[in-house]
């Protein structure tokens, strides 16, 4: 899909949203500045949560609650190897089994020990400064 403006990617993002059952783990993938964040604001408001939604990238993760279900954002960039994503003890997130709501990893590569069992891989592409085109793939 192309979108003109964040505006436009956050709608999509929604759309996206309504159609998730859970649990479930996500993985966007983007450069700096593509995007990511904003997908999962739309991403968000797709699931009726009225948190304000922000990058964690100093925090690594934040908790967005008070929707349909919870959301777990996480931004990995900061992260040095996979081994300190292991110490976080972030795993209960990126397992089915003990999940409660929806993952949603920016950087996944930077953790790829921990998360390998994904749901749907977003990938946003930055074409200019306004246009991104999104691709949404569906593991199996």
């Avoid at 593509?34 to 690594?60: D, N, Q, R, Y």
């Avoid at 008070?66 to 900061?78: C, S």
């Avoid at 972030?90 to 930077?110: A, M, R, T």
């Avoid at 998360?115 to 085109?133: A, F, M, P, S």
Wanted: with cysteine; proline share 4%.
């Amino acid at each position: 899909m192309l979108s003109k403006s964040e505006k436009q990617t956050m709608a999509i993002a929604a759309k996206f949203a309504k159609s998730i059952k859970t649990p479930c783990i996500i993985i966007l993938q983007g450069d700096l500045g593509a995007g990511k964040t904003h997908f999962v604001k739309g991403f968000a408001k797709g699931l009726k949560c009225k948190m304000l939604v922000t990058s964690p990238t100093f925090t690594i993760m934040n908790i967005y609650d008070g929707g349909k279900m919870p959301i777990y954002h996480f931004d990995l960039y900061r992260l040095t190897s996979p081994e300190e994503a292991e110490m976080l003890g972030f795993d209960e997130y990126f397992e089915h089994d003990k999940l409660q709501g929806v993952s949603i990893v920016e950087w996944p590569q930077q953790a790829e020990n921990l998360v390998r069992d994904w749901d749907y891989k977003i990938n946003i592409e930055k074409i200019d400064d306004t246009q991104r085109q999104i691709e949404i793939i569906k593991r199996g």
